[in-house]
Nanobody
Framework: QVQLVESGGGLVQAGGSLRLSCAAS????????MGWFRQAPGKEREFVSAISRSGGRTDYADSVKGRFTISRDNAKNMLYLQMNSLKPEDTAVYFCAADRRQYGMRRSDYDYWGQGTQVTVSS
């Protein structure tokens, strides 16, 4: 029963940075594990990052470790993904998602999804 809206996507050159935001409404934000996923044209949606309810645990796909940082602000009902050193292979639609139950890193673990925001990295 939570609505999620992503923003912050756009066009950036390789090596540049973007910060994605996800605004949550209609639920108790601090009760959800949150995650970011992405989907490139012709490919399946894949896990990018996850964060625990309190923010004390984070996980990242190997492809983005050291470059991306997930964070949340429970007082503002906001989730963020700071993306640095972007590569053309990061080009995808990025989705935020909420998990009501246990911490997970699979699509099937998540119950609610945003509409996505496009990130395009040019070379």
């Amino acid at each position: 029963q939570v609505q999620l809206v992503e923003s912050g996507g756009g066009l950036v050159q390789a090596g540049g940075s973007l910060r994605l935001s996800c605004a949550a409404s209609g639920g108790t934000f601090s009760s959800y594990v949150m995650g970011w996923f992405r989907q490139a044209p012709g490919k399946e949606r894949e896990f990018v990052s996850a964060i625990s309810r309190s923010g004390g645990r984070t996980d990242y796909a190997d492809s983005v470790k050291g470059r991306f940082t997930i964070s949340r602000d429970n007082a503002k009902n906001m989730l963020y993904l700071q993306m640095n050193s972007l590569k053309p292979e990061d080009t995808a639609v990025y989705f935020c998602a909420a998990d009501r139950r246990q911490y997970g890193m699979r699509r099937s673990d998540y119950d609610y999804w945003g509409q996505g925001t496009q990130v395009t990295v040019s070379s």
